[in-house]
């Protein structure tokens, strides 16, 4: 393996995009050697920004079968996932997986076993774990500031969905590609508990003529743990004044939270009141994190390192997402005692 890791993208949408750019331009050490999208021109007009000596392809399988490519990269629809990175897996190629890494627990452990089984590296795309404010916060709580976890709160409030975009959601898009986050958080904010209850609720508010098609847009889930604590998950897809992700934990020592609405701490003090500015998109209010979990990716494979958020932890999120569907489907708590782990 050469010092400089070759990484190929397979997705070259939004976030794609913007995870092309941080490999070809903002990580030492890491270069993008292909990109695959089924769009026409989309893999092209991306290598010609970040990376002219790039190959194109419009195929996934062939860039996985590129020989000189050794970790990949999976950002398409979520749909994909799961046989992409088994695909990826068994070619020998390292394993970096935008979320959700699988829509069924026995897809997760597909994907588990395959980069198991060829001893290839397994990332998952939780970057709320590398923004320096929700790692402090997580830093704390391990090393006892807070005493014991007893309450939790995880929320996403996206900045807006037109109606033309929320026809085209898929159903429990609200759980499984947003509120994920949200559970993985929690999850890792309370280290070594094991969620043992979850009763979510959810509707579309915001759009409610596309929820006979199963869209929801706005939806709370409240989790049990086996440690005792409690916890709620909280997601909207239309918060008017910007993008915003907190989360707070509340223990018997104490209390740390993570999350800003605003972008910066400056204030406009004039007529009509104080003013601040807030992020509104996910690749401003979370770009170093972004780019932070790439990079940490990168050095496990020259490492030889196991990634800290793999794909075990992507299918304890899951497991929560699941049962969280279920919930709204029954209108009842749902017991996960019986998950297999």
């Not at 989309?42 to 860039?63: F, G, M, Q, W």
């Not at 159903?171 to 929690?186: C, G, R, S, V, Y």
């Not at 003013?275 to 490492?303: G, K």
């Amino acid at each position: 393996m050469s010092a400089s890791v070759a990484v190929g993208l397979i997705g070259a949408g939004w976030i794609g995009r913007f995870h092309g750019e941080s490999v070809a331009l903002r990580i030492p050490g890491t270069r993008l050697a292909a990109v695959a999208d089924p769009a026409p021109g989309a893999a092209a007009s991306l290598i010609e920004r970040v990376s002219p000596d790039a190959r194109a392809y419009t195929d996934a399988l062939e860039l996985i079968a590129d020989p000189t490519v050794e970790a990949v990269l999976i950002s398409t629809p979520a749909s994909t996932h799961t046989d992409l990175v088994v695909a990826a897996a068994e070619a020998g190629k390292h394993v970096f997986c935008e979320k959700p890494m699988a829509l069924t627990l026995e897809d997760a452990d597909r994907a588990i076993g395959a980069c198991a089984a060829n001893n290839v590296a397994l990332q998952v795309g939780f970057n709320r774990r590398f923004a320096a404010d929700f790692t402090a916060a997580h830093d704390v709580i391990t090393a006892g500031g807070i005493g014991t976890p007893q309450l939790l709160r995880s929320l996403t409030r996206d900045p807006g969905i037109t109606a033309d975009v929320a026809s085209r959601v898929k159903p429990w898009t609200i759980f499984n590609e947003t509120l994920i986050h949200d559970f993985d958080a929690l999850l890792w904010l309370n280290p070594g508990a094991r969620v043992v209850e979850v009763f979510a609720q959810a509707d579309a508010l915001i759009h409610p003529q596309y929820k006979e098609q199963g869209y929801l847009d706005t939806s709370m889930v409240q989790l049990r743990f086996d440690n005792g604590a409690l916890a709620s998950a909280e997601a909207s897809f239309q918060a008017t004044y910007g993008y915003d992700v907190r989360g707070e934990v509340f223990g018997s020592g104490g209390m740390v939270s993570a999350g800003e609405v605003t972008r910066t701490a400056m204030r406009h003090y004039s007529a009509p009141g104080v003013l601040a500015d807030t992020p509104r998109v996910n690749i401003e209010l979370f770009h170093d994190a972004y780019v932070a979990q790439l990079a940490h990716f990168a050095d496990c494979i020259r490492s030889g390192s196991a990634p800290s958020v793999d794909g075990l932890d992507a299918r304890n999120a899951l497991e929560i997402a699941l049962a969280a569907k279920e919930s709204v489907e029954t209108g009842l708590p749902v017991s996960l005692l019986s998950v297999p782990r």
